[in-house]
């Protein structure tokens, strides 16, 4: 049945060191194969990574931690609208749609995931948190792909009527 309401958001726990939910779900989302605590010790050191370039480079109206900047990633790297193609008269068309809020937050994690095991050759900690940096201030790959997005919504938006 589709539409069933799961009980994975009240049983979700926050992070053992950040308190924090969003992070534990993100902590999730970057584990491979059930192994919880080597996904924990990637993210917690790419924050400690983070918290090391906020004290070589600070600045006044910048971060004050790294929980911040990864918030502040998260939220630069959601997505407000996106294509999904509709059949419509024998005919496919990109309708740009509004995205939903959990929708918004699990593509972000999964293309700030995704940016980051693409780049080869160096520890998935520095990678993330190069990925986290960069997407705080607007840039890097899964920024890149956020635009993306929004450049075909835009392209299609004369097919927006089709939404319903």
Known sequence: MSGRITAS???????????????????????QDGKKSVAQRVIYNA????????????????PKDSLDVFRTAINNVKPYVEV?????????????LPVKSNRQQSLAFRWIIQAARS??????HLKLADEFWLASRGEGKAMMTRDQTHRMAEANKAFAHFAK
């Open 9 to 31: 958001e009240s049983q979700l726990r926050p992070d053992p060191r950040f308190n924090d939910k969003v992070l534990a779900k993100f902590i999730n989302c970057v584990m």
């Open 47 to 62: 924050m400690d990574e983070i918290e090391a370039r906020i004290k070589r480079t600070p600045e006044e109206n910048g």
């Open 84 to 96: 999904r193609s509709k059949r419509i008269g024998g005919a496919n068309y990109q309708v740009p």
């Open 119 to 124: 780049e080869k050759g160096r520890p998935m």
